[in-house]
């Protein structure tokens, strides 16, 4: 069976006419579209982080002007991605929201370390973070048993691995906000609750009682 | 033939495993104290719950022979076999109650990581856990560490039995010749050293502005878990979290000190330091050690990261001693491991960790010792070769004082290595088999038998139970060196089948007897 040509049969004008029909009516689309508004496809990797561009204009613009140009982005993370995704995040500035857990531990120049840990339930990651003393003074609450820390948002560089500090992960805050002062959450006393365990101990002596007579007698 | 339990074992058994679990309960005594002063009721309720189940367990127990007689070899290694498992049910009871926990499966794993020393944590929001809870978890690191018999023999506990106990345990030797005077000297020495580490550390922490009643506990944890060379820490950032070199050096050094045979504690004491230079394992740990750390040097030097010279010197070499002590001490963050440290670093903690320190020491692992053993025997070997036919080749090698290379520690030393590596190498296979990637499952196999402990992430919270039940077994089994266990599981299985089959057995061993005399 011998090939069939192009367009099946078609002559070549009409085929001509048909394109440029095609070519108006494209254009007449994409006009149409420009005038309603159709928004433009999102750039950046689906499910990749959220770069937290300018917020305002002016006073507020959060452009950090130590970064280098291409690399001035704020990156709106979690303490948990910025391990996940190291590599992604490293020496780049980043916010992160979290707990403020354990002591304040002194640093070097007057500032001081803490440990900021991830506030989702099921994944407890930390950093280290370093702020001045004044960021330090905000926080009114390290977080451990019976002490609910206070919820600190931070914004400074992560490294990593720092090279000022041995190869530690952590990040060096520009600014940082309290987000909630946490609270202090004694355990308060119930002598019920511990009814079951002197219950299990008299249960446990009278028992180390017994044994002790049973063997003084086969004596 | 194998010999299986009587009913009169069985009672003999029983009756002073009871007693090892009415010495653990003084254990609690600790965290009870702890909840007691800081106010922390609610864990109060628990441990108080707790040690009442231990004195009834014990005191139970105890009644299935009222005056037992003395221990059989047989009847030891049950009793210290099956004394590690029950304990870590018992344990793992408080633990189970205070929500950090999944489920009672999780605390048992941390029970067990607990008392075998392994130090490889699955709890959950460590930095809100309580001073009791944490305080229970580091003596559980003391007990273990020191061994559970050691502890009731050092309180004169067992009476004429308490040899054969004490061999169970995994300890090589008696230091004098009283096993009693022996426990007594190695709790003496491990006090010493914990309480000297808890003062420095405990200093340094309050210069770092941490408070006084933190400092003190924290250093009390740290040191306990380092010269146990265990690995819990009461902090999610590990050793990182105190920001400190001087922190990290007093560790490394009580690490060490923790890794060395008691036996070399008791010469130095004794002013025989050549000793402890001359003793063969000493030297073999410094030629091993120096080779790592000129390896990893290299390895690490040409990473992407980790490659100037303050950072290796610091985290290096952090993680070297912390793995070669079996401690588990982390100074780099468990995804650092894997993201930021080379392939042949990462393996070289492994393999650190697979071989483990001296023997007769609180450090886990193969021990420098056997792999010493098995070079001498190769030496041997050779020298039998070149030597003529009525030579008869000795091979000797130093530990307080010449020692001859015999059949049986060359057989003991085989049997052991084997074991550890067919370990090694099934826990791996078991880790890929649940999708991990290769290198981590072979890491995190040699980090549980070990009890080495460091993590790279497949020791999570969450981690499927399959493999959380054989790691499980894996820290139970290296802790005890497999003889113990593997002779109590054994006992265990012949006891348990049915006579008829035994019997079956017999007659057809004796027949083939027969065959093969005519």
Same mark, same amino acid.
């Given at each position: ?21 095609? %070519?108006?009516?494209?254009? %007449? ?20 982080? &959220?770069?937290? +561009? ?30 996940? &995704? ?24 007057? =500032? ?8 989702? %339930?099921?994944? =407890? ?7 001045? %003393?004044?960021?330090?003074? &905000? ?49 308060? +006393? ?30 | ?37 800081? /106010? ?17 367990? !014990? ?37 189970? /109650? ?13 029970? $067990? ?5 392994? /130090? ?23 007990? !273990?560490?020191?061994?559970? $018999? ?63 009643? #933190? ?7 740290? @040191? ?82 980790? @490659? ?34 080379? @392939?042949? *670093?990462?393996?070289?903690? *492994? ?18 010792? #056997? ?20 030579? #008869? ?17 060359? #057989? ?22 649940? /999708?991990?990637?290769?290198?981590? *499952? ?19 919270? !969450? ?31 012949? @006891? ?23």
């Amino acid at each position: 069976m011998g090939a069939v040509g192009g367009n099946g049969g078609i002559s070549p004008r009409i085929a001509a006419l048909g394109r440029r029909a095609g %070519a108006i009516a494209l254009a %007449a689309a994409l006009g149409l579209a420009c005038i309603i508004g159709i928004p433009a496809p999102a750039s950046g990797v689906p499910g990749g982080p &959220q770069q937290a +561009f300018a917020e305002s204009i002016g006073d507020e613009n959060l452009v950090d002007p130590t970064q280098r140009a291409d690399n001035s982005f704020i990156y709106d993370t979690t303490v948990a991605s910025l391990f996940s &995704q190291a590599s992604l995040y490293n020496d780049r500035t980043v916010q992160v929201v979290g707990e403020v857990i354990g002591d304040c531990i002194r640093a070097e120049d007057g =500032k001081s370390w803490i440990t900021l840990t991830e506030t989702n %339930a099921d994944d =407890k990651s930390s950093i280290s973070v370093l702020l001045s %003393a004044d960021q330090a003074g &905000q926080i009114s609450h390290y977080g451990r048993y019976g002490v609910e820390g206070t919820t600190l948002q931070v914004r400074g560089t992560y490294h990593q691995a720092c090279d000022e500090h041995d190869g530690l992960p952590d990040i060096h805050v520009t600014t940082s906000s309290v987000q909630a002062t946490g609270a202090d959450q004694p355990d308060t +006393f119930h002598a019920a609750d511990l009814v079951p365990g002197m219950i299990a101990l008299i249960i446990g002596f009278a028992l180390m009682g017994a044994f002790y007579f049973a063997r003084e007698r086969t004596r | 033939m194998w010999q299986r339990l009587s009913f009169y074992d069985v009672r003999i058994i029983g009756h002073y495993l009871g007693v090892l679990i009415l010495v653990s309960a003084i254990g609690l005594l600790a965290p009870i104290a702890t909840a007691i002063i800081f /106010g922390e009721w609610q864990p109060l309720g628990r441990y108080l719950l707790a040690a009442g189940i231990f004195l009834i367990a !014990g005191s139970a127990l105890r009644f299935l022979s009222i005056s037992p007689g003395r221990l059989s070899r047989q009847q030891a290694m049950a009793v210290t076999g099956l004394a590690w498992l029950a304990l870590a049910f018992f344990a793992a009871i408080p633990l189970a /109650g205070s929500g950090h926990y999944s489920n009672y499966l999780d605390a048992l794993f941390e029970a $067990v990581s607990g008392f075998t020393t392994t /130090g490889a944590s699955i709890v959950r929001d460590l930095d809100h856990l309580s001073y009791a809870d944490n305080m229970w978890r580091f003596m559980m690191h003391l007990m !273990g560490g020191l061994g559970l $018999v050691v502890i009731a023999l050092s309180f004169g506990l067992f009476g004429k039995g308490g040899a054969s106990l004490f061999n169970s345990e995994a300890h090589s030797e008696h230091i004098v010749p009283n096993v009693v005077q022996t426990t007594q000297f190695i709790a003496k020495i491990t006090l010493t050293f914990i309480g000297i580490s808890t003062v420095i550390v405990g200093l340094v922490c309050l210069g770092l502005g941490i408070d006084p009643a #933190r400092s003190l506990l924290q250093s009390l944890w740290l @040191s306990i878990s380092a010269f146990m060379t265990a690995g819990f820490v009461p902090m999610s950032q590990n050793v990182m979290y105190y920001h400190s070199a001087v922190i990290e050096a007093v560790l490394v050094i009580i690490m060490l000190l923790g890794c060395i045979n008691f036996t070399l504690h008791a010469e130095i004491m004794k002013g025989r330091i050549r000793d402890f230079f001359d003793d063969m394992e000493v030297r073999y740990a410094a030629l091993w050690l120096g080779v790592i750390v000129i390896v990893l040097t290299a390895s690490l030097a040409g990473s992407r990261i980790f @490659s100037d010279l303050p950072t290796i010197e610091r985290r290096g070499l952090f993680m070297v001693f912390a793995a070669f002590s079996t401690t588990g001490f982390q100074n780099i963050a468990s995804p650092q491991l894997t993201d930021a440290l080379s @392939s042949g *670093a990462f393996l070289i903690l *492994a393999l650190l960790m697979a071989v483990g320190a001296c023997s007769g020491s609180t450090a886990g692992g193969i021990k420098i010792r #056997r792999f010493g053993i098995l070079v001498k025997n190769i030496v041997s070997t050779l020298k039998e070769a070149l030597s003529p036919d009525s030579a #008869r080749v000795v091979t000797m090698y130093n530990h307080a004082g010449k020692r001859v290379v015999t059949p049986g520690l060359i #057989r003991e030393a085989t049997t052991v290595l084997l074991l550890y590596g067919v370990t090694y190498i099934v826990g791996a296979f078991i880790g890929i088999a649940h /999708g991990y990637d290769a290198s981590q *499952a072979i890491f995190e196999s040699v980090a549980m038998a070990s009890n080495g402990g460091i993590t790279s992430g497949i020791v999570v919270p !969450g981690m499927p139970a399959s493999l959380e039940l054989f790691y499980l077994f894996e820290m139970w089994a290296g802790r005890l060196e497999f003889v113990t266990l593997l002779a109590l599981l054994i006992q265990l299985v012949v @006891s348990l089948t049915p006579s008829r089959f035994l019997g079956w057995i017999h007659a057809h061993n004796e027949a083939r007897e027969k065959r093969a005399r005519r």
